[in-house]
């Protein structure tokens, strides 16, 4: 599974671990990706979405319709 989401697209981000002496190596910062299956009553089926924590709760306020709209005017797949 990618650490992507499909409605934010949040990706992962890269830094720097510094230790106490101030050496410096890679690291990277992963989104709260969660596979989460919709009903979508529009289509009549169920749609599986890989999402963040944040794109459940934005699905939950403005409908799980509007959110794959987005989604495909992302021009993603669902």
């Known amino acids: 599974m990618s650490a992507h989401c499909q409605l934010t ?6 830094g720097n671990n510094i230790s106490h002496s101030h050496r410096r190596t890679r ?15 529009s ?10 924590a944040r794109a459940i709760k934005t699905i939950d306020k403005i409908g799980i319709d509007r959110a794959v709209a ?9």
């Open 9 to 14: 697209g949040v990706k992962p981000v890269f």
């Open 27 to 41: 690291r990277r910062w992963n989104p709260n990706i969660q596979q989460r299956r919709y009903w979508l009553p």
């Open 43 to 52: 289509e009549g089926r169920y749609v599986r979405l890989t999402l963040s």
């Open 70 to 78: 987005r989604i495909r005017a992302r021009g993603d797949k669902v």
